[in-house]
């Protein structure tokens, strides 16, 4: 197939009831709202309840996306789940998703890079409509990220929510849709961001529960430099692709990891406040499911209008992080 672009054809999101707020974890740890909002941004993060799974909320996200791009779930040819929290080893989140939604047409699998899943799956299900194989995509963000937090360590506590959002793509005409898309890693950071223990390196052992080598270790000082970086230069570079500039950019939407990460991609970029959306404040960092979630509250708030250029930007662990530049 020629001269055919990747759109989004329909979004959607959902999250759990449970709220925990910064007075929640004034009592669990020693932290204060004030440092909180004043060093992250944020005032709320989603928490599932036990017995609530990744895709339950992939699911919900993605049945909202199924309807409002009107497709019936026998279309969806593709299927990528990215997820750093998925329901279970084996099999993949996404086949998990794929019959539950009875899209028994697709291939399904998952996507592990983190914060920037969303967008490698955006960019992989680009490249498969644009050559003709795929026809209907469908790609989520889901995470529960609260289980594997460890509510003794203030770092990283106060940091992570729950949630999922989703989107289908399909073939649009070549002016519109995804028009530049790249996706990066360095693995060199690995350790800046990660679970040590749970996998087959350190099998999970009583012990190793015990001593909670399941939970996110995060060294977030050195990476917020490293996320500022590469956010800021991925987007430029998307842009360059496209031949166009961050002023002709009508909205932002960069992975919500921490407002003062926002405001200095933003900065740097030269977006000013009013084209960036920014959702951290009440979702807190729900990684992979971060940019979809935020993407759809913008739909649903009319914040895009046909031919707006939206800008899309994502830094996580691995170290892992991507771009995508469309035309609405
Ligand atoms: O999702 C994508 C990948 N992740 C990121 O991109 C994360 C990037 N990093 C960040 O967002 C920030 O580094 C954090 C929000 C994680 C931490 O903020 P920071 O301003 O970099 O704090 P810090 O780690 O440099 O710590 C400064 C101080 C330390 O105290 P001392 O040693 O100066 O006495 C910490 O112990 O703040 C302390 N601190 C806290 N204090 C109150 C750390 N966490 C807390 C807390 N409440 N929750």
New binding site residues.
């Given amino acids: 197939m020629a001269n055919v672009n990747a759109g989004v054809l329909g979004t959607g999101h959902a999250y759990p009831e449970g709220i925990l707020t910064n007075a929640d974890?004034e009592k669990m740890?020693?932290?204060?709202d004030e440092?909180?909002t004043k060093?992250?941004g944020i005032k709320q993060r989603r928490k599932a309840a036990p017995g609530e799974y990744t895709s339950l909320f992939a699911v919900r996200a993605a049945r909202q996306a199924i309807e409002r791009a009107r497709i019936d779930p026998s279309e969806i040819d593709l299927l990528l789940c990215a997820t750093v929290t998925p329901d279970q080893i084996l099999p993949s989140t996404g086949c998990l998703i794929q019959a539950e939604l009875g899209a028994n047409n697709a291939a399904a699998m998952d996507i592990v890079a983190?914060?920037s899943g969303f967008l490698y799956g955006l960019t992989l299900a680009d490249t498969m409509i644009r050559t003709g194989q795929s026809r209907c995509a469908l790609v989520i963000g889901a995470e529960i990220l609260t289980q594997y937090v460890d509510y003794t360590d203030?770092?990283?506590?106060?940091?992570f929510g729950d949630g999922a959002g989703a989107a289908i793509l399909g073939p649009v005409e070549a002016e519109r849709g995804i028009l530049a898309a790249r996706i990066k890693s360095d693995g060199r950071f690995a350790e800046q961001?990660y679970s040590p223990g749970g996998g087959t390196r350190v099998p999970p052992t009583a012990e190793t529960i015990a001593t909670g080598q399941h939970f996110f270790k995060?060294k977030?000082?050195?990476?917020?430099k490293?996320?500022v970086r590469s956010m800021t230069e991925i987007s430029r570079d998307v842009l360059e692709e496209a031949g166009v500039t961050a002023d002709d950019v009508s909205l932002f939407i960069p992975?919500q990891?921490?407002q003062?990460?926002t405001d200095a991609v933003a900065s740097k970029l030269g977006v000013d406040d009013a084209r960036v959306y920014s959702n951290i404040a009440m979702h807190g960092?729900t990684?992979s499911a971060?940019i979809p979630i935020a993407l759809d509250e913008c739909v649903e708030a009319g914040r895009i209008k046909p031919n707006d250029l939206v800008l899309l930007a994502?830094?996580?662990?691995g170290?892992t992080w991507g771009g995508v530049l469309l035309r609405w």
């Fill in positions: 974890l740890v020693d932290t204060s440092w909180i060093r992250v983190a914060c203030r770092s990283t506590c106060v940091i961001l995060m977030g000082n050195e990476l917020f490293v996320a992975h990891a921490n003062r990460i960092n990684s971060s994502s830094f996580g662990g170290a």
